[in-house]
């Protein structure tokens, strides 16, 4: 079956922008994960969906960040005037649910860079 | 608070050569799962193997192989009879239910397997 996909694969935007990266999860799966991938931070958790539950949001660098998912399917982060320090690599995964700990299973990622 | 550390950084071997990927976890929880993430050079992070923490039975999956012990915090990996299409970076990570499932991954390992 398809796996997570997320739009775009890359992004240039200027700083103090906006951007929205979206995430389409696997069919099924209910849990709904955010994470980012920096040289300098490494891999490092935002946000978190389970279902109809409240998200996560212990993740996220500042309030510029905010992400939403609609009818427990496709989420969409979305950065508030973008500083260069948000380039990254942004990456989506999925898994069945948060009753035991099911592989996640992550998306191609989407570039973003700040010039 | 939970820590995943990879001592190596990169490795490099010469094909056909067994390679072990060392992983030292930290975590007060009682029951946790240990991950094995590949990145290949395309991006995308692929799942490998998963562990629980109630089951310290090492197994063996093709060429690959994990080393499962409790005792010292241990999750290793081997790679047997290495092949250049292995090139790529592993993480280690770890999960627990206190923290829904997020997973905590180490810095990884750039494995470089020649011809």
């Known amino acids: 079956g398809a796996g997570v996909s997320q739009s775009p694969s890359n992004k240039v935007t200027e700083k103090g922008k906006d951007v929205e990266l979206r995430c389409d999860p696997i069919?099924?799966?209910?849990?709904l994960y955010w994470y980012r991938q920096s040289l300098g931070q490494g891999l490092e958790f935002l946000i978190y969906?389970?279902?109809?539950?409240?998200?996560?949001k212990s993740g996220l660098p500042s309030d510029r960040f905010s992400a939403e998912r609609t009818g427990g399917s496709v989420s969409t982060l979305t950065i508030q005037r973008t500083q260069q320090e948000d380039s990254a690599v942004y990456l989506c995964?999925?898994?069945?649910?948060?009753?035991?700990?099911?592989?996640?299973?992550f998306g191609p990622g989407t570039r973003l860079t700040v010039t | 608070a939970q820590k995943v550390t990879q001592a190596q950084t990169e490795i490099s071997v010469v094909e056909k050569e067994d390679v072990t990927l060392d992983c030292v976890y930290e975590t007060r929880d009682t029951t946790y799962y240990l991950f094995w993430y590949k990145q290949p050079p395309s991006g995308e992070l692929v799942f490998l193997i998963r562990?629980?923490?109630?089951?310290?039975q090492n197994e063996i999956s093709g060429r690959y192989s994990w080393n499962f012990q409790k005792s010292t915090s241990s999750f290793n990996f081997t790679i047997t009879a290495s092949q250049v299409v292995d090139s790529a970076v592993y993480f280690c990570?770890?999960?627990?239910?206190?923290?829904?499932?997020?997973?905590?991954f180490g810095a990884g390992t750039t494995v470089t397997v020649r011809a």
């Open positions: 562990r629980n923490s109630f089951d310290e």
């Open positions: 069919s099924g799966h209910t849990a």
């Open positions: 990570a770890l999960s627990m239910r206190s923290n829904d499932y997020k997973l905590s």
């Open positions: 995964a999925s898994s069945l649910g948060s009753a035991t700990s099911y592989e996640q299973y």
């Open positions: 969906f389970q279902g109809n539950s409240a998200p996560d």
